[in-house]
């Protein structure tokens, strides 16, 4: 029997004029892979929003005092942040080679913004969170006017909480031309959300701790926030100066580049990254290649059983375009680190056809709007 929060939904929805509204459209769709989600609001936690080509916004559920993982979403700014960075330092530019003390390769940023976006290298957003260190990561998030996020914590690496960043170099023809010492940041505040502690157990160490997990000293980044930073970064002029990502033309047309294409088109190992290895809306579900004619511009994240998404999609061949960003919780057993999440069963599937509603939302209004 459905509970009451669901009745008073779908009650909802027979009132809402779903024709004006992308998200009613989608999760009032015909869709096992939508209802079964719907019909389970409080376990799976979603928020949606999505703002139209005229600048409309809509929402579901958005709200970002409660606490959700925002895992791989964080590495978008960070990358933003790191090009950002080295547009301002004289001796270097984004494809300036460095090393990283401890570190076995020589890189640049731009390689390293590439695998974020590209596979969502966590060894990559490692090594740009090194270059930036969290006090610089904080306060370029506030200038930028993202009051709520907090990233304080590298990804799958064992100094994930260390406050030391490692020193860094820079080279050019070999020649040490710029030299960043290693940082001691300070420390953060514990996060003051709702919803921070989470499930019923989970494993450290191979053993079952049978208490909710903590989250408060985990990285967050709430939808609003997320949605705010693709929009600053397509549509800058929406924005102040301040809240603008100063970067130079090459590196913003870089980046927009790698946001959009696949791994093959990059020359990552198809076999192992297919086209929707990182895109979850519209495509998520499936290993098929995707039309050439959909740009999906975009940062997924997905740990702990949380799968996020932030996209500008692009549809050229029928001029339609709009942002979406949306999370869902799947971990039924509530137990967290065991590796036991529905991501292929429910929460892939539930962003794909989300997405593939609110495209086929906007298909439809387009042929109605030029219909005689």
């Known amino acids: 029997?459905?509970?009451?929060?669901?009745?008073?939904?779908?009650?909802?929805?027979?009132?809402?004029?779903?024709?004006?509204?992308?998200?009613?459209?989608?999760?009032?769709?015909?869709?096992?892979?939508?209802?079964?989600?719907?019909?389970n609001l409080e376990a799976h936690e979603i928020q949606i929003r999505v703002t139209d080509a005229t600048g409309k916004d809509f929402s579901f559920r958005v709200n970002d005092s409660v606490y959700f993982y925002p895992?791989?979403?964080?590495?978008?700014?960070?990358?933003?942040?790191?090009?950002?960075?080295?547009?301002?330092?004289?001796?270097?530019?984004?494809?300036?080679?460095?090393?990283?003390?401890?570190?076995?390769?020589?890189?640049?940023i731009q390689k390293e913004v590439q695998k974020i976006f590209a596979v969502s290298d966590n060894e990559a957003y490692n090594r740009l969170f090194e270059f930036l260190g969290q006090?610089?990561?904080?306060?370029?998030?506030?200038?930028?006017?993202?009051?709520?996020?907090?990233?304080?914590?590298?990804?799958?690496?064992?100094?994930?909480?260390?406050?030391?960043?490692?020193?860094?170099?820079?080279?050019?023809?070999?020649?040490?031309?710029?030299?960043?010492?290693?940082k001691k940041n300070q420390e953060i505040e514990n996060l003051r959300i709702l919803n921070a502690q989470k499930g019923k157990g989970f494993y450290r160490n191979d053993s079952l701790i049978q208490k909710p997990m903590d989250f408060s000293q985990k990285n967050y980044l709430p939808i609003n926030e997320l949605h705010k930073l693709m929009q600053q970064l397509y549509f800058p002029d929406l924005y102040d100066?301040?809240?603008?990502?100063?970067?130079?033309?090459?590196?913003?047309?870089f980046v927009m580049k790698v946001m959009y294409e696949t791994p093959k088109q990059q020359g990552f190992d198809t076999e192992e990254y297919y086209d929707s290895y990182v895109k979850f809306f519209m495509f998520g579900d499936t290993k098929k290649t995707m039309p050439k004619y959909i740009k999906i511009y975009n940062k997924v994240g997905y740990a702990y059983g949380f799968l996020t998404d932030s996209a500008y999609i692009v549809d050229e061949l029928n001029d339609i375009s709009f942002v979406i960003t949306a999370?869902?919780?799947?971990?039924?057993?509530?137990?967290?680190?065991?590796?036991?999440?529905?991501?292929?069963t429910i929460g892939i599937p539930f962003l794909a056809e989300l997405g593939r509603q609110v495209h086929a939302f906007y298909l439809e209004k387009k042929q109605k709007d030029t219909t005689p």
């Open 327 to 344: 999370t869902i919780h799947v971990n039924e057993n509530l137990i967290y680190n065991d590796d036991t999440y529905e991501y292929e």
């Open 135 to 182: 006090d610089e990561i904080n306060k370029r998030l506030r200038a930028k006017g993202l009051e709520k996020a907090i990233i304080r914590h590298r990804l799958s690496t064992e100094n994930a909480d260390d406050l030391q960043t490692k020193a860094m170099l820079f080279l050019k023809n070999d020649d040490i031309v710029y030299d960043q010492k290693a």
């Open 1 to 39: 029997m459905k509970n009451l929060l669901v009745l008073l939904l779908l009650l909802f929805f027979s009132c809402a004029k779903e024709e004006n509204n992308p998200i009613l459209f989608a999760l009032n769709a015909d869709s096992e892979k939508i209802q079964s989600v719907i019909n």
């Open 241 to 253: 100066e301040t809240a603008r990502f100063q970067l130079s033309k090459s590196d913003r047309d």
């Open 71 to 108: 895992a791989s979403s964080v590495k978008f700014p960070i990358a933003l942040f790191a090009l950002e960075k080295a547009n301002e330092i004289p001796e270097i530019d984004s494809e300036t080679k460095f090393v990283i003390a401890e570190d076995s390769i020589q890189t640049n």
